[in-house]
Structures are given as structure tokens and as C-alpha cells.
């Protein structure tokens, strides 16, 4: 049985009121390795989110990242620490380390909340240190994959276990990601709930922005074929060039574009001259949301994702999707409901995919149809802040509030009369990025 505090009562007009001590609030640590992609995102979110009366919300990581004035103009405290790397750097981490471990003791933070990998392990080793009452981390994605050397993978699974005893509770962006995390026993069986991350839809076309193929010079009525985000390994930039020569050897009217800006942006390029694939690389594009609007296919290649940010924005948009079949990937894409899916690291199947796509158009219209309606009514930033207060209000045994508006009402909650109350709400779906 659970019970709802009632929320105080409308307070009283009264003139000239003596000054009263603040509340205490909850002070929380978000460690993130750096503010930037669908992880800095969404601690963005989270952070910019929670209710300032009832939580001090402080955020630290790498410096650099276009997301820090942001969180500073929102008022939450930054501290940037400029040898926080994502790469295992022994010394760098070691003084990381130390640093986190002064500035959880110097100002006794109640809740330290930790994100990604190398904020997941520095960030939990520290709290432990400093004996920090409570320790949440989420999973956005996994630090291991398939497509890693296996004494890399097992170092980042043995310290991923190892920091399994010093969390108090793991959240997911995805019941994927949540059911992986306890199989490869990352998490305790119970100690994990699905937390959707937050898009902030207002800023994503419902319909595709007609000034876009403007833009990039794409006339009317030309299909096209994109993708958004970092052009990294991750994403795997070479199977979507592949992909397009495919396509085009069957469609040559159709244009491809890739959105965004990363270490294999040459490499693609010029797989794409010696595939003799017509690519249009746009860069980073800060409009990156409104250029995807305009895509008649999405398309992610990623070897492996949480969820992917850019994934979910072009849903909300309306994009028909074809995407490989990682981690959490599959919650959202949904085999001819939402999407199709194809294997990871296999170009001729998300070629075939395509193809279908273009060839059916009112299939893959009425597919971003569902997409965008899945989306826009689950992935909001509020109920991503509402879980997050409803995850820390547990886990330091603190009742929700319920509204209490009359005598009567008051009354009968004094009573205390036994009530069903539902457990903490679990999620549906969520994030990852790599813009």
C-alpha cells in the first residue's frame, strides 16, 4: 500500500507576513560525460524540468558542447571539467574522479544522478566514496557492442557490473534497453524502470516544411532518402552510403541527403564518389528536425542505439522509418505499424527496405501517420520530469501529493481509509541522439 500526502491548501491572503525559513530542497547531481547528443539532452531536459521549489539541480561534465549556456539561462549550476573524456584515459579519469569526489563532499548532494558511460562509472564511484544517500543511473545506450574487440567489450561489461552494488536505481530509455541491461546483469531484476526522454515537440514540423527542398535544391516530386546524426561509427555513415547506391541503381531519380557533422564525414564521402552515389552532405545543421521533415524515408543505419533522439524527432514529424534492429530501436519501430527493421551492418536489406517504402507510398504514409501519433503522446518532456520526481520521491520515501480542496476532502484522507494507490508509472519509450 502507498499513500498521497495531501498538497497543502490554497494559502491564506494575509498582509505584511513575518519572513519565513526557505524549504530545503532536494540538492541532485546530474554527471553526464558531455552535455551534448540525445544523452546531454536529455539530462538537459530532466534538469531544466524539475521543479525548481522542491529540487537544487546541479549538472557537471565535459566542458565544451552547445548546451551549457542553455542550462546556465535556466538556471540550473554547471561545472565543467575540462579533463573529462569519454575514451578510458587513466590519469585524466583519475583526477576526474577527484574532483567529483570534492565537489559531491563540498556540497552533500542528496541524489547523484549519472548518465552514459564514462559519467556512469566515475560519477557512481564517486557518490560511493562519498557515502551520497541516493545514486540513480540511466542507461541511454550501452558502452558495449557487437562491433568491438571482446577485451574491450569485456572491460566495459566488467565495469559496468562492477558499479551494479552503488546504484540504487537504474532507468532506461526503452523496455529494450531496460530488459538488456538486467539479462547482461547490469541492473537487479526490479531495480529498473523504463523513463521515456523527453523531445520538445514544439519545435518539430507536424508536416514536411515545403521551403526545405528549396534549400537543398531537390525539386518537387524527387523522392528522398535521409538520415540524421553524428557522423561517427556508431551510426555506421558507410551502410547508408551503400544502401543509396543500391537504391539508385533502381531508382536514380531519388536523392539522399545525410544531415550532420563527425570523424567518418571525409570517409563517407568518398565511399560515396567511389560507389559513384550522388550524397548531398549537409553538415551540422542546427534546423536539423525541420531539414528531416522533408524526407519521404528515414533511414538509421546505427550498430547499435538506445533509442536515438534524431529516431524519435523524425517520427514525431511523420517520417516513414527503416532502421536496424538495436537495443531499444525495435520498441518504437514497429514491423509495419510504425516502420521497418532490418539487421545491423547489412545494406542490401535496408536497401530492400527502402525500396519497398518508395514503392508503396500510402503503406509508408499511413506508417508515419502511426509514428508521429505514438510519439507526440508519449515522448513530451513532462512526463519524462514526472517519472524522474515520482523515481526520486521513492527512493527517499517521500509520498506523492494529492490536491486536497475541501474539509470534507481533508477529512477523509485524515481517516486515513484504505485506498489503491497505483505503483510508480513504468514508461513507454525513449531517446539517444547523436546530432
Known amino acids: 500500500m502507498s499513500f498521497r500526502w495531501p498538497s497543502p491548501p490554497e494559502a491564506i491572503p494575509a498582509p505584511d507576513l ?12 546530474h554527471v553526464v560525460t558531455k552535455l551534448r547528443g540525445g544523452g546531454g539532452g536529455n539530462v538537459l531536459l530532466s534538469a531544466l524540468g524539475t521543479d525548481p521549489s522542491r529540487y537544487e539541480t546541479w549538472v557537471v561534465g565535459a566542458d565544451g558542447g552547445p548546451l551549457w549556456e542553455r542550462a546556465e539561462a535556466g538556471g540550473v549550476r554547471t561545472v565543467k571539467l575540462r579533463r573529462f573524456r569519454e575514451v578510458i584515459a587513466p590519469v585524466d579519469d583519475l583526477v576526474v574522479l577527484v574532483e567529483l569526489v570534492r565537489l559531491i563532499r563540498r556540497e552533500r548532494f542528496t541524489i547523484v544522478h549519472t548518465h552514459l558511460s564514462k559519467g556512469g562509472v566515475l560519477g557512481r564511484l564517486a557518490a560511493a566514496i562519498c557515502h551520497t544517500p541516493v545514486v540513480v543511473h540511466t542507461y541511454h545506450a550501452f558502452s558495449f557492442h557487437d562491433f568491438m574487440g571482446p577485451l574491450r567489450r569485456w572491460v566495459y561489461l566488467f565495469l559496468e557490473r562492477l558499479m551494479q552494488p552503488m546504484t540504487d536505481a537504474f532507468l532506461a530509455v526503452s523496455p529494450g534497453v531496460a530488459r538488456e541491461a538486467v539479462e547482461r546483469r547490469l541492473a537487479r531484476p526490479g531495480s529498473i524502470s523504463v523513463v521515456p526522454s523527453g523531445v520538445e515537440l514544439e519545435g518539430i514540423p507536424v508536416r514536411p516544411d515545403p521551403a526545405v527542398r528549396g534549400d537543398l535544391r531537390i525539386p518537387e516530386g524527387v523522392p528522398v532518402v535521409g538520415t540524421v546524426g553524428r557522423v561517427a561509427p556508431q551510426k555506421a555513415p558507410a551502410d547508408f552510403v551503400e544502401m543509396a547506391a543500391r537504391v539508385a541503381r533502381s531508382h536514380p531519380e531519388v536523392r539522399f541527403v545525410v544531415v550532420g557533422d563527425g570523424p567518418l564525414l571525409d570517409h563517407a564521402k ?50 516513414p522509418i527503416v532502421a536496424t534492429a538495436v537495443n531499444g530501436v525495435p ?17 542490401p536489406a535496408l536497401a530492400a527496405l527502402v525500396t519497398w517504402l518508395l514503392e508503396h507510398p500510402d503503406e509508408a504514409r499511413r506508417m508515419g501517420e502511426r509514428g508521429r501519433a505514438r510519439v507526440r503522446s508519449s515522448f513530451d518532456p513532462s512526463t519524462m520530469c514526472e517519472l524522474l520526481d515520482a523515481t526520486y520521491r521513492r527512493l527517499l520515501g517521500l509520498p506523492r501529493e494529492t490536491p486536497v480542496t475541501s474539509s470534507d476532502e481533508r477529512g477523509a484522507v485524515a481517516r486515513l481509509r484504505p485506498s489503491r494507490v497505483a505503483p510508480t508509472p513504468r514508461a513507454r519509450i525513449s531517446s539517444g541522439d547523436g546530432r
Not at 552515389?277 to 519521404?296: E, K, M, N, Q, W
Open 270 to 319: 568518398e565511399r560515396a564518389c567511389r560507389l559513384g552515389v550522388d550524397v548531398l552532405f549537409t553538415g551540422f545543421r542546427p534546423d536539423a528536425s525541420r531539414i528531416a521533415s522533408a524526407f519521404d524515408v528515414f533511414v538509421i543505419s546505427s550498430l547499435y542505439e538506445g533509442l536515438g533522439r534524431a529516431l524519435t524527432e523524425a517520427m514525431a514529424s511523420g517520417r
Open 331 to 347: 520498441d518504437l519501430v514497429e514491423p509495419g505499424v510504425t516502420g521497418l527493421l532490418a539487421s545491423p551492418a547489412n545494406p
Open 18 to 29: 513575518p519572513q519565513q525559513p526557505a524549504a530545503r530542497r532536494v540538492k541532485v547531481l
